[in-house]
């Protein structure tokens, strides 16, 4: 297979390079510029729309003139993108002529061309910089100068051309006189070009090769003669006797030489395609890419943007979608941009509410910029955007497909989209080849968790641990027993280190801290040593996110939400166990550290723990003791069960109200009334509750939250006792 460089989009110089099946077009153009009765003067043109591969037919031509007629050809180069003004143009051209045809033919045509372009043009332009420095070109520079001066040959324009005319009879030589990129001119150069080959430069023996874009020149000319836009044709055509086309590339030639190179780039890039990824890039590529390839130098622009964006994104994105995408980005820019800058609307699944017809042409407008849209471009968007199908007569898709595309690397998935048009990962997230690079260490049977927790680690240390973790998750069933349980073990030795924000009404569940714990516990189902991977856990991890796991065990054993085909993680006994495990951790913490107030955030978790598995008498003790040591402890331990409550527009945090449901948990393991006698002596007087309405935030606004936080427990405190007091006498009088 032939390796993939980017094309700088240079014709090709030899016969050998052609890919398109143009050499035999290219000879017969060449016998047609040199096989032209009676010496006269006679032009071709060659049409063709940019890009379609004039110049490399011209290459061709060229090539085969230098082999099949070296000796009887003169072939002239002359290009008019290098001169700036009409007077130099004119001056250029026939000293190109006389550069060229003072190598092959006697001395004095040079001069002879150099005095009738004076007669024949405005003289005095400079074409030394153009030519490299000759003995011939200094007398043609120096008879400009004198020309200029005043120092005229007395011959007329008519006698030169006559003298120059027999010189080329008499050479019995071909001079062919190759203009290319006509096109690119501006109109005034145009029409000057096309008068030169006409009348100035009309010699026995000359041919032209006029190169352009037809309709093009055709266009420009008629700016010259706007009472008939037919005169830009004619024009042409009293110019050019014999017009030629550049034979279009054969589709299925074009498409086989596209083929070719994607997969020169797939495998000098080492892309790892699956075969439905190659399946599906056949069926596209058909409906969608192929037919964009009318030229040559569309096919090689569209190779060189997959070629620079698949360098950046080798095996990071989905190959078919990058295909598509870059299609866009080449052939359809205004919708390029539109897509790029609207991924709520491509991907969001609420994004419009009820996906009525109203909300169809909402969203049609909002990504196309209209509701009228082409066939290709609908498709196009369709293909890469399943869930925008609704808006374009389709289905609609979420739930299960969304972790599909996430697994698939699609751009229709909001982890992967900002990458396609990023070229490259964008900050703030991890590559798949670190993920892969990771689970294949992780599957080696002679990794050691030492090196499985050091490889983690830096991956953590990226910064983009969230990213990380839900990657992680996603490629959870492809695990093998032995790369689910190094990673398991990975997580709980890094997971406490691992972010855990809590500034949202959403709390930490999508945290990475929270997320490796869930897929920590999961990823014992794989093993055979479930019950001992979970004790492991309990002991070789922080006691706050031991408190972690514990929470995900208990919901991957007891099936609360009452799931069909639900299978435990554990039996209710081995749960016990290593609840009794996590309940002896608590304890010997509380008997040496600061329970309270290193781990405010999970108090109650670890309260209910301690009593559900453990000694309530123990719990009580603790308690006793740390109020003992400080009357500021109870304070934040009742406040470790208020939680935090969120503002609907701002989002601003502020703490919730203590409860009667936090007030009766905290019932379960000690007596209530310990906590009224520090509280008073904390806040006295002003924590009075008196009052026959709950204290609630909304009334006391000015309060601290932290002595508000102490009058509702009081409060609800006074309540319980004074109820339980009245259904106490209530009972004695029966």
Known sequence: ???????????????????????????????????????????????????????????MAEEYLAKSHKDDVVIINFNPWLFTTIENLHTAFFGALAHGLSKKMENSISIDLQKYSELTGAAGAVIAPFFPPAPILARILSAGMRALSGNRSNKSADELRQKIDKILRDAKKRVVVIIDDIDRLDSEEIHQIFKLAKNAGRFSNVSYLLAFDQNVVAKALAKRYPDDPETGSNFIEKIVQLPLFVPPVDREMLSQFAIDQVNAIATKLKLDNSADDVSRFGVEYQRLLVHKFTTPRKAIRYLNAIDFT??????????????????????????????????????????YGNRDDNDKKKAKIEVFGSEVVTTWQSEIVRKLFPSFEWALGGSSYAGDYIKGWD???????????????????????????????????????????????????????????????????????????????????????LGHKLPRPRQSFLGDTFSSYVQSAILAVSLTRKSKNTVKMLKDFMAITPLDYAEQLMRWIRVDTENQEKKEGFVPLITESQFKEI???????????????????????????????WNNWGNKKDIEAYIKIAIAADDKNIHTFIVSYTGNSFELGSGRRSRAEFRRESYDEIAKFVDPSIFV???????????????????????????????????QFLWIHNFVTNNSKNDTDKDAKK
Request: aromatic share 10%.
């Open 1 to 59: 297979m032939a390796k993939f460089e980017k094309s700088a989009d240079e014709p090709i110089t030899t016969s050998k390079a052609d890919k398109f099946g143009r050499v035999d077009f290219a000879k017969a153009l060449a016998e047609a510029l040199v096989r032209v009765p009676n010496s006269e003067s006679f032009t071709v043109g060659l049409y063709g729309a940019w890009g379609s591969g004039k110049t490399s037919v011209i290459k």
């Open 310 to 351: 698949f360098e950046r994104l080798a095996n990071e994105a989905n190959f078919t979608d990058m295909m598509l995408v870059e299609a866009m980005r080449i052939f359809d820019p205004e919708l390029y941009n539109s897509v790029a800058s609207k991924k709520s609307a491509l991907i969001d699944h609420g994004h």
């Open 407 to 493: 697994e698939e690397q699609r751009v229709c998935s909001n982890k992967y989209f900002d990458r396609y048009f990023n070229y490259g990962i964008p900050v703030g997230d991890v590559a798949d080849t670190k993920i892969k690079e990771l689970l294949v260490l992780l599957d080696n049977p002679v990794t050691t968790q030492q090196k499985a927790n050091e490889v983690l680690a830096k991956l953590i240390a990226t910064g983009h641990p969230d990213v990380l973790v839900s990657k992680l998750r996603n490629k959870e069933d492809s695990y093998s027993q032995v790369a689910a349980e190094k990673l398991a073990y990975a997580l709980t030795s």
């Open 579 to 609: 609840g009794e495990l996590f309940a002896e951790r608590i304890k010997d913490y509380s008997a040496s550290d600061d329970l309270i107030n290193n781990f405010m955030e999970e108090l109650p978790s670890i309260f209910w723990n």
């Open 677 to 711: 006698k520090p509280l008073k002596q904390l806040y006295g007087d002003s924590v009075s509750t008196n009052s026959d309405e709950f204290p609630s935030s909304r009334f006391n606004k000015k309060e601290s939250e932290d002595l508000l936080t102490a009058r």
